[in-house]
């Protein structure tokens, strides 16, 4: 094979380890089945790192299962568990490449299939290694308006489930802030919930902040363009703040391109210090009381 069409050798290789923190953290939002490697590789790198507990977010069926039984088998694992925005619609309307097999024949799953994975979200929510609901929400983004219904009748069954066992919601919000804040508000939002990947601006940050909605920055509060996500961790309650990778995306600058994991959190943690313009280990601090306050353990 010729070395490497896109240039860059080491393009695709794992960044190295970040100076690690002094005071531990925990990742509030990654998906270990996404990473290469092995859980136990995953999680000692992390714990090198001063990234000691992980919570583990399931998006579907499979996934949600999984996320419970590492959890059950790591005391620094936690488990969220949904089936994802984009994948309601998918069970609905029986598409999985979401429009390009448009023209295919297909079974639609309809509603019945839904209810039915939702029910298995439902047991996996009763589990105690199980502390959140999510993530779940609603992506613009990614779902066109085809998906809309499944998706919304989804999130809203999610936050049944999730006040009904007393569990944090994990909400994934990609371009459908109004829409996320307005269902929220209508079924009545658990007593914790996380805004995963924050995505809005300062004025939605003191929207969240009235509401105590927790606010998890990811690696791309780093990125050149993203001067409104370091405006709205600017104005948000410190004990609101959370951070997570959500590897294996959104790897922070300067490796963005290459493959996150948990253990680059203090790349992150850094960056969001100098935001708010205050040490690393008070930051730090904060963010481990907030991630268990969140969630619960
Ligand atoms: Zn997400
Ligand atoms: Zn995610």
Request: aromatic share 6%.
């Amino acid at each position: 094979m010729p070395s490497n069409a896109s240039g860059s050798p080491d393009k695709n290789a794992a960044p190295p380890l970040p100076e690690p923190l002094r005071v531990p953290v925990a990742d509030s939002h990654t998906h270990l089945d996404m990473q290469s490697g092995t859980v136990e590789e995953a999680l000692a790198k992390a714990a090198s790192a001063g990234v000691t507990t992980v919570v583990q977010v399931g998006c579907d069926l499979r996934g949600s299962r999984w996320a419970a039984e590492t959890a059950a088998a790591y005391g620094n694992v936690h488990a969220a568990v949904a089936l994802h925005p984009n994948e309601a619609p998918r069970i609905v309307h029986g598409d999985p490449g979401g429009g390009s097999s448009r023209q295919v024949a297909r079974e639609p799953g309809g509603d019945a299939a839904l209810d039915e994975a939702l029910a298995e979200i439902d047991r996996l929510a009763a589990l105690d290694q199980v502390k959140g609901v999510g993530e779940t929400g609603l992506d613009y983004f990614r779902t066109g308006p085809e998906g809309k219904e499944a998706q919304e009748r989804s999130f809203r069954a999610h936050i049944e489930i999730a006040k009904r066992h007393g569990k944090a919601l994990v909400i994934h919000d990609r371009e459908a802030h109004a829409d996320v804040l307005r269902i929220l508000k209508e079924e009545g939002a658990p007593e914790r919930t996380v805004f995963h990947c924050y995505s809005g601006d300062a004025e939605m940050a003191e929207i969240c902040a009235r509401a105590g909605y927790f606010m998890s920055f990811a690696g791309n509060v780093t990125f050149k363009n993203a001067q409104n996500l370091r405006d709205a961790l600017a104005v948000a309650p410190l004990e609101l703040v959370l951070v997570e990778t959500d590897a294996p995306f959104l790897t922070p600058v300067p490796y963005r391109g290459r493959p996150n994991a948990p253990y680059l959190v203090p790349v992150t943690v850094r960056a969001m210090a100098a935001v708010r313009g205050i040490d690393e280990d008070t930051l730090a601090t904060a963010l481990a009381a907030n991630t268990a306050q969140a969630f619960g353990y």
